[in-house]
């Protein structure tokens, strides 16, 4: 099970990013699909999550109406677009894997990828 996050980089307040997260090695339509962000001595936290059947969608209170996220089934890929970024959102974003029901708590995923960085200018 490999998941590789991409998409990050330096924004100014204000503009958007588009994250993209690609799955390989396992059955990616039956795993719930999760993004979570982390700063420097925080907590990491849940931002968004996307169910198996893709019928539910999970979004922190801090992201809701700025953030969408995605499936691709046949490209084996989950996006988390993100506008009207804000400085609090800079951080790293994971994208993580779980055979469980949707949620925005790391410890019901799995299998996790390598983070990338988003920075967002004031």
């Known amino acids: 099970v490999q998941l590789q996050a991409s998409g990050g980089g330096l924004v100014q307040t204000g503009g958007s990013l588009t994250l993209s997260c690609a799955a390989s090695g396992f059955g990616f339509s039956r795993y719930a699909i999760g993004w979570f962000r982390q700063v420097p001595g925080k907590e990491r936290e849940g931002v968004s999550c996307?169910?198996?059947?893709?019928?539910?969608?999970y979004y922190a209170e801090s992201v809701e109406g700025r953030f969408t996220i995605s499936r691709d089934t046949a490209k084996n890929t989950v996006y988390l677009r993100m506008n009207s970024l804000k400085p609090e959102d800079t951080a790293v974003y994971y994208c993580a894997a779980s055979t469980m029901v949707a949620s925005l708590m790391p410890g019901a995923f799995d299998y996790w990828g390598q983070g990338t960085l988003v920075t967002v200018s004031s």
């Open positions: 996307i169910s198996r059947s893709d019928d539910t969608k």
